[in-house]
C-alpha cells in the first residue's frame, strides 16, 4: 500500500502537510483483491480520528467526498469495528503521529481494500458519490460487472418511489437485477409495497459487518403488511452469500413466507447507504415448488436438483402435480457429505429417500410449532409408512432451532418457510434417509435422546457406540420416557444420573443394546416377527419384541 502512495502525489502532499486519517489495506488484503485500481485516496480522510471518535460515517478524500461507513459489533472489549467491508484490526490500529508540520495523523490497518463505486473508463459521464437513485439512473455507466438493473428502475419511475432512493440518511438497498425479472409476469406484480420491502432504512449492512441471522425491518412494516429481511451465507468455500425477505403479515397482493435471492454483487458504497444487487425480487411469490428447484444452474439446491434428475425426472412431475407439498431439500453442502455413490446407482433406494423429504401439505414453521407443544411433531411423507418427527430447541438466549428427523437422520432447518405457489421449501443441512453418523454421534446429537446420552457417560459406556467395526442396534429411551420414569420413581430417576450409581445406569443401558454381526432395520424386526415374538440377546439378558403395526407410524 505505501507503495501505491508514493504514486499519488496527492496523497503524498496530505501525508506532508495536512491532518488525515489513513485506513491500510494489509498486503494479504491486496493479494486477494480482484479489481483493477485501488483508489489511494478513498483510504484517506483529512480529519485525525482514532477508532474511539470514529462516528457513523467519515469523508474520503476522494474527489466528490463519498463517505466511509463505520459499523460496531459485540461489546466492549470484544468490539469489531468496520470501515465499509473491512475490518479495523485494533492491535495494528490507532497509531498516532505527527507530520514535520505538527499536524496529527492516525494509522489504521484494515483486512481488506475499500473500493468506492466508479464509472465505467468508457463512459463520459462525471458523477461522484452519487446516491441510490443516481446510481439506479446511471447504472449502465458504472462498473458493476456488466449487471443491468433497468426493469427495477422503470419500477421505481412508474410507482413514483425515487424519493425512497434520493432519503438521506445511511439505509441498504437491494436491487435485482435484470435476470431476475424473467418470467415476464413477475414484473406485473411489482407494487410500491414491494420496492419498499427492498429497503432496510436507517442501517447500513455491509456484507462482512451484517448480522446473519436476525431479522432486518424494511420500510414496508406497518399495520397491514409486515416484511423483514435476513442475510444468510453457504458453507462452501467461497460462502455465498443470499437474503431472505419474509413477509410475516401478508394482505390480498403479498403473499405470506419467503422469498430467497443470492446476493450477486455486494458492497456497492453509495452517498446515503450501500447497495446489494440481487439475483431476484424479494417478496414476490410467483415459482411453484417444481420452478424454485430449476431456477438456477448454480442455487443453493442445484446438487439436489441434479440428484433427482440422476434418478427420474418423474420425480418432479410427482411434486409438480401437488396443489399442497412442502420439501425439505438438503442444502448443496449436505450432498458433498453423503455417501452417495454407491446409492445414486439404485434407482429405488433412491426415489424412497427422495420421497422422505416431500410431505403432502403446507407446512410452515408456526403450524410445525403449533403442533409440537404438547408431543413430537409427526407427519407422514411421501415415502411408503415413513413419517418426519419434528423437535423445537429453545437455547438460553431464547433463539429456537427446528431439526427434522427422517429415516433415522437428523437435520436442522437452516433456510425456512420459502413460500412457492403450491406450498413451502425448507433447506436443510443433511440428507435424510443416509446415515452419515456412528450410533454414538447420533445419541449425542439428537435433541431428544440427551438423557440417554448424558446416562450413558457416566459409566463410559457411550465410547463404545464410535466403534465403526460393529453392529449395532440400540432400542434408546427419549427424553420423554425418562421423564415419565422420574414422574413415577422420583428416588429411582434421581439415583440412577449420579456417579454413584454408574454401574446400575450401564446395566440398564446394556438390556436395550444389540451387539451383533448385523444391524436390524424395524422393517427387518418386522419380517423377522411375522405375527410372533422375536427374541435376540442384548448385551445383558435378553429382549423379547412383538412388532405392531399402527396407522401413524411403524
Same mark, same amino acid.
Given at each position: 500500500?505505501?507503495s501505491?502512495?508514493?504514486?499519488n502525489?496527492?496523497?503524498?502532499?496530505?501525508?506532508?502537510?495536512?491532518?488525515l486519517?489513513?485506513?491500510?489495506?494489509?498486503?494479504?488484503?491486496?493479494?486477494?483483491f480482484?479489481?483493477?485500481?485501488?483508489?489511494?485516496? &478513498?483510504?484517506?480522510?483529512?480529519?485525525?480520528?482514532?477508532?474511539?471518535q470514529?462516528?457513523?460515517?467519515?469523508?474520503?478524500?476522494?474527489?466528490?467526498?463519498?463517505p466511509?461507513?463505520?459499523?460496531r459489533?459485540?461489546?466492549?472489549?470484544?468490539?469489531?469495528?468496520?470501515?465499509?467491508?473491512?475490518?479495523?484490526?485494533?492491535?495494528?490500529?490507532?497509531?498516532?503521529?505527527?507530520?514535520?508540520?505538527?499536524?496529527?495523523?492516525?494509522l489504521?490497518?484494515?483486512?481488506?481494500?475499500?473500493?468506492?463505486?466508479?464509472?465505467?473508463?468508457?463512459?463520459?459521464?462525471?458523477l461522484?458519490?452519487?446516491?441510490?437513485?443516481?446510481?439506479l439512473?446511471?447504472?449502465?455507466?458504472?462498473?458493476?460487472n456488466?449487471?443491468?438493473?433497468?426493469s427495477?428502475?422503470?419500477?421505481?419511475?412508474? #410507482?413514483?418511489?425515487?424519493?425512497?432512493?434520493?432519503?438521506?440518511?445511511?439505509?441498504?438497498?437491494?436491487?435485482?437485477?435484470?435476470?431476475?425479472?424473467?418470467?415476464?409476469?413477475?414484473a406485473?406484480?411489482?407494487?410500491?409495497?414491494?420496492?419498499?420491502?427492498?429497503?432496510?432504512? #436507517?442501517?447500513?449492512?455491509?456484507?462482512?459487518?451484517a448480522?446473519?441471522g436476525?431479522p432486518?425491518?424494511?420500510?414496508?412494516?406497518?399495520?397491514?403488511?409486515?416484511?423483514?429481511?435476513?442475510f444468510s451465507?453457504?458453507?462452501?468455500?467461497?460462502?455465498?452469500?443470499?437474503?431472505?425477505?419474509n413477509?410475516m403479515?401478508?394482505?390480498?397482493?403479498?403473499?405470506?413466507?419467503n422469498?430467497?435471492?443470492?446476493?450477486?454483487?455486494?458492497?456497492?458504497?453509495?452517498?446515503?447507504?450501500v447497495?446489494?444487487?440481487?439475483?431476484?425480487?424479494?417478496?414476490?411469490?410467483d415459482?411453484?415448488?417444481?420452478?424454485?428447484?430449476?431456477?438456477?444452474?448454480?442455487?443453493?439446491l442445484?446438487?439436489f436438483?441434479?440428484?433427482?434428475?440422476k434418478?427420474?425426472?418423474?420425480?418432479?412431475?410427482?411434486i409438480?402435480?401437488?396443489?399442497?407439498?412442502?420439501?425439505?431439500?438438503?442444502?448443496?453442502?449436505?450432498?458433498a457429505?453423503? #455417501?452417495?455413490?454407491?446409492?445414486i446407482?439404485?434407482?429405488d433406494?433412491?426415489?424412497?429417500?427422495l420421497?422422505?423429504h416431500?410431505?403432502?401439505?403446507r407446512?410452515?414453521?408456526d403450524?410445525?410449532?403449533?403442533?409440537?407443544?404438547?408431543?413430537?411433531?409427526?407427519?407422514?411423507?411421501n415415502?411408503?409408512?415413513?413419517?418426519?418427527?419434528?423437535?423445537?430447541?429453545?437455547?438460553?438466549?431464547?433463539?429456537?432451532t427446528?431439526?427434522?428427523?427422517g429415516g433415522?437422520?437428523?437435520a436442522?432447518?437452516?433456510?425456512?418457510?420459502?413460500?412457492?405457489?403450491?406450498?413451502y421449501?425448507?433447506?436443510?443441512?443433511?440428507?435424510?434417509?443416509?446415515p452419515?453418523t456412528?450410533?454414538?454421534?447420533?445419541?449425542?446429537?439428537?435433541?431428544?435422546?440427551?438423557?440417554?446420552?448424558?446416562?450413558?457417560?457416566?459409566?463410559?459406556?457411550?465410547?463404545?457406540?464410535?466403534?465403526v467395526?460393529?453392529?449395532?442396534?440400540?432400542?434408546?429411551?427419549?427424553?420423554?420416557?425418562?421423564?415419565?420414569?422420574?414422574?413415577?420413581?422420583?428416588?429411582? &430417576?434421581?439415583?440412577?444420573?449420579?456417579?454413584?450409581?454408574s454401574?446400575?445406569?450401564?446395566?440398564?443401558?446394556e438390556h436395550h443394546?444389540?451387539?451383533?454381526?448385523?444391524?436390524?432395520?424395524?422393517?427387518?424386526?418386522?419380517?423377522?416377527?411375522?405375527d410372533?415374538?422375536?427374541?435376540?440377546?442384548?448385551?445383558?439378558?435378553i429382549?423379547?419384541?412383538?412388532?405392531r403395526?399402527?396407522?401413524?407410524?411403524e
Amino acid at each position: 500500500f505505501y507503495s501505491l502512495l508514493e504514486r499519488n502525489q496527492v496523497a503524498m502532499a496530505s501525508l506532508k502537510y495536512r491532518s488525515l486519517t489513513l485506513f491500510a489495506p494489509t498486503n494479504e488484503a491486496f493479494q486477494r483483491f480482484t479489481g483493477n485500481t485501488t483508489h489511494v485516496l &478513498y483510504h484517506i480522510s483529512t480529519v485525525a480520528t482514532t477508532l474511539e471518535q470514529l462516528g457513523t460515517t467519515i469523508s474520503s478524500d476522494l474527489e466528490g467526498n463519498p463517505p466511509l461507513y463505520i459499523t460496531r459489533r459485540g461489546k466492549a472489549s470484544q468490539e469489531q469495528i468496520f470501515i465499509n467491508n473491512a475490518l479495523v484490526l485494533r492491535s495494528r490500529s490507532n497509531v498516532q503521529l505527527q507530520n514535520s508540520d505538527g499536524r496529527k495523523q492516525v494509522l489504521h490497518v484494515i483486512d481488506d481494500v475499500l473500493q468506492p463505486l466508479t464509472v465505467l473508463p468508457s463512459s463520459s459521464i462525471e458523477l461522484f458519490s452519487p446516491d441510490a437513485f443516481q446510481f439506479l439512473t446511471y447504472s449502465e455507466s458504472l462498473d458493476v460487472n456488466s449487471h443491468r438493473m433497468r426493469s427495477y428502475r422503470e419500477k421505481v419511475i412508474m #410507482n413514483k418511489k425515487e424519493n425512497v432512493f434520493q432519503a438521506v440518511g445511511s439505509h441498504t438497498f437491494f436491487i435485482p437485477v435484470d435476470e431476475g425479472f424473467k418470467p415476464p409476469p413477475r414484473a406485473d406484480l411489482f407494487d410500491k409495497k414491494v420496492i419498499d420491502g427492498h429497503v432496510i432504512p #436507517n442501517l447500513v449492512l455491509f456484507t462482512a459487518a451484517a448480522p446473519y441471522g436476525d431479522p432486518l425491518r424494511t420500510l414496508a412494516f406497518e399495520d397491514n403488511l409486515k416484511v423483514q429481511i435476513t442475510f444468510s451465507q453457504s458453507d462452501s468455500k467461497p460462502p455465498k452469500i443470499y437474503v431472505t425477505s419474509n413477509t410475516m403479515i401478508g394482505d390480498g397482493k403479498h403473499t405470506p413466507g419467503n422469498v430467497l435471492a443470492e446476493v450477486v454483487k455486494a458492497n456497492i458504497p453509495v452517498k446515503n447507504g450501500v447497495v446489494h444487487l440481487i439475483s431476484k425480487p424479494l417478496m414476490i411469490v410467483d415459482n411453484t415448488v417444481k420452478e424454485f428447484l430449476e431456477d438456477k444452474d448454480d442455487g443453493p439446491l442445484n446438487k439436489f436438483y441434479e440428484v433427482i434428475m440422476k434418478v427420474g425426472s418423474d420425480f418432479m412431475q410427482s411434486i409438480n402435480g401437488m396443489k399442497n407439498v412442502t420439501l425439505f431439500a438438503p442444502s448443496n453442502e449436505a450432498w458433498a457429505t453423503s #455417501n452417495l455413490d454407491n446409492l445414486i446407482k439404485d434407482k429405488d433406494r433412491m426415489r424412497d429417500i427422495l420421497n422422505l423429504h416431500i410431505v403432502k401439505d403446507r407446512l410452515t414453521i408456526d403450524k410445525i410449532k403449533k403442533n409440537n407443544v404438547n408431543a413430537i411433531s409427526q407427519v407422514p411423507t411421501n415415502a411408503d409408512k415413513k413419517f418426519l418427527y419434528f423437535n423445537v430447541i429453545t437455547d438460553q438466549d431464547n433463539n429456537e432451532t427446528i431439526t427434522v428427523e427422517g429415516g433415522g437422520v437428523n437435520a436442522t432447518l437452516i433456510q425456512a418457510d420459502i413460500a412457492a405457489t403450491n406450498g413451502y421449501v425448507h433447506i436443510i443441512d443433511r440428507v435424510l434417509g443416509i446415515p452419515y453418523t456412528t450410533v454414538y454421534e447420533k445419541l449425542k446429537s439428537d435433541p431428544m435422546l440427551n438423557k440417554t446420552y448424558h446416562l450413558g457417560m457416566l459409566p463410559r459406556f457411550n465410547e463404545q457406540l464410535d466403534n465403526v467395526r460393529r453392529k449395532y442396534t440400540f432400542f434408546v429411551p427419549r427424553d420423554k420416557a425418562w421423564r415419565n420414569l422420574e414422574r413415577t420413581w422420583p428416588s429411582t &430417576y434421581k439415583k440412577l444420573f449420579m456417579p454413584a450409581f454408574s454401574y446400575h445406569a450401564s446395566s440398564i443401558l446394556e438390556h436395550h443394546l444389540i451387539l451383533a454381526d448385523r444391524s436390524y432395520t424395524m422393517a427387518d424386526l418386522k419380517a423377522l416377527a411375522n405375527d410372533s415374538v422375536v427374541v435376540l440377546s442384548a448385551m445383558r439378558g435378553i429382549l423379547k419384541l412383538k412388532i405392531r403395526e399402527e396407522d401413524r407410524r411403524e
